[in-house]
């Protein structure tokens, strides 16, 4: 008899997330199979994770030598992939300054801890960070007090002070809520988590603008834009500003846990033993998101999001033009949304599964797209022909 998973899983393990009843076994490129040995099109690439496509060779090997030759040690010492990968991200990127930390939240507190040591220092003490409603920076307890969604931060006041949270895609509601105590603002340059929520075109340039005028920095969390998901590596350069400092983690190690924040010289305020991990940049997780990173960087890939991703929205756009119960596709690079009538997004995800395509939920009415950027397009078609298949059950 084959062990049943789901349900030791429902006496073991801390029932925090509510998962699709798929027990994965083996990932390889856009697909993976589980314990019963069928296929499914990864669309949602261990959200929005695996951004070279599942068990790619490059990080197979990479980490193979890594681990047979050092794995941890702590920073004490100097590593060499670290300090590798500190370099392509610099080289690649207009920031200056890298520091490795385990996830996005880690990374977002870090960027954080930076911003009030900036107002402490450059703004006579001001603290304050303005960030937008829908946006998602984690689930810590001050990343959960920066995220402006407030079912995430109810369970647990009293929550950390200092964030004031504005409309996105408002750059008057920032203006109106920056006081003496804003120290910098913080938002993603595409709300992903919230539901694909795209701003205009000029508005990270105005609030950048607004920054410069005012001396605040502006971070952008890039933990899911980044390192080529729409488009370009960064998402700050498809709206054509430069930040301060940049959050990233997800595609960054293409399925190895890390973080990391970039700075600008002018304002990475944090000195010896502002700030530290255990764990954050050992050889092992960044010999493998080097490895993840140069390919990236390497075969243009974020070159094959753009394309790959066009080609998606204009297959969505087709069955929405023969499908009564899609309401609005949206996206950009290969970060999309398919938003719904109604909400039957639980229901389409569940018939997703059987048609064989694996999709993400981020409201009732909303799925979000996000397969691995080595995508082919085959691969697209296939994955919304699984999608109509999955539609037509309904
Ligand atoms: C924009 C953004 N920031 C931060 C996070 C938190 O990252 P992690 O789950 O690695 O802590 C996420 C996770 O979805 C995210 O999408």
Known sequence: MSTDWISLESQYYAQTVKRQPLVLVKGQGTHVWDVDGKEYLDFTAGWAVNNIGHSHPDMVEAI?????????????????????????????????????????????????????????????????????????????????SATGQPHYQEPFHPITPGFVHVDYNDVGAIMSATTDSTAAILLEPIQGEGGVNIPSEDYLRKVRAWCDKQGLLLILDEVQTGLGRLGSLFGYQEYDVEPDVITLAKGLGGGVPIGA????????????????????????????????TSFIIRHDIPGNAKV???????????????????????????????????????????????????????????????????????????????????????
């Open 308 to 394: 790959m991703g066009e080609r998606l929205i204009r297959n969505l756009e087709e069955l929405k033009s023969t499908n009564a119960a899609i309401s609005e596709v949206r996206g950009r690079g290969l970060l999309v949304a398919v938003e719904f009538e109604n909400n039957i997004a639980s229901d389409v995800l569940s018939l997703s599964n059987q048609a064989g395509v694996l999709l993400n939920m981020v409201k009732p009415n909303t799925l979000r797209l996000m397969p691995p950027l080595t995508i082919s397009s085959d691969e697209v078609d296939e994955g919304v022909t699984r999608l109509e298949q999955a539609l037509n059950r309904l």
């Open 261 to 292: 924040f970039l700075s600008k010289n002018h304002c990475m305020a944090l000195e010896p033993g502002d700030h530290g991990s255990t764990f954050g940049g050992n050889p092992l997780t960044t010999a493998a998101a080097y490895a993840s």
């Open 64 to 144: 193979h030598k890594q681990a047979s030759t050092l794995i941890q040690t702590s920073n004490q010492f100097y590593t060499i992939p670290q300090i590798q990968l500190a370099k392509i991200l610099v080289d690649n990127s207009c920031l200056d300054r890298v520091f490795f930390g385990n996830s996005g939240a880690e990374a977002l507190e870090g960027s954080i801890k930076l911003a009030r040591k900036y107002g402490k220092k450059n703004r006579d003490g001001a603290y304050e960070v303005i960030t937008a409603f829908n946006s998602f920076h984690g689930r810590t307890l001050t990343t959960v």
